[in-house]
């Protein structure tokens, strides 16, 4: 089993926790709002890794933005496989949209 699937199992079961021992359950408790706000902050300070700070904090940072999505995801109910069957269906669709190629 790869990482993500063994965390989305975790996330899974730890969001029934107690949310004094659980960081999953206190984002659980305090709602779908403080996940994407999480998620928003996490994608935030992964671009100011990539383009100030250490490989190290890069590292570190983009585990945090894997895992706040894989709690989002849990609470939209959105299965982790539904993610990934989206990016293999786009691995058979050409990479560069030619109109957006021109424009950037
Ligand atoms: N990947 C993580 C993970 N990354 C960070 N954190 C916790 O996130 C908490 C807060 O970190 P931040 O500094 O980002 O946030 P903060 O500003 O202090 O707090 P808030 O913004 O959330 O209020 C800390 O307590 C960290 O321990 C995590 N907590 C859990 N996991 C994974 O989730 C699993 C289940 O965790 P529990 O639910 O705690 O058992 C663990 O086994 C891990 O695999």
Known sequence: MDTLTRLEATI???????PDTSYVAQLTQRGLPVMARKLGEEAVETCIAALAGSR???VGEAADVLFHLMVLLAEKDVPLA???TELDRREGVSGI???NSRSE
């Open 56 to 58: 190290e904090e890069l």
């Open 12 to 18: 899974a079961q730890r969001r029934k926790a107690d």
């Open 82 to 84: 539904d993610v990934m």
């Open 97 to 99: 949209d030619e109109k």
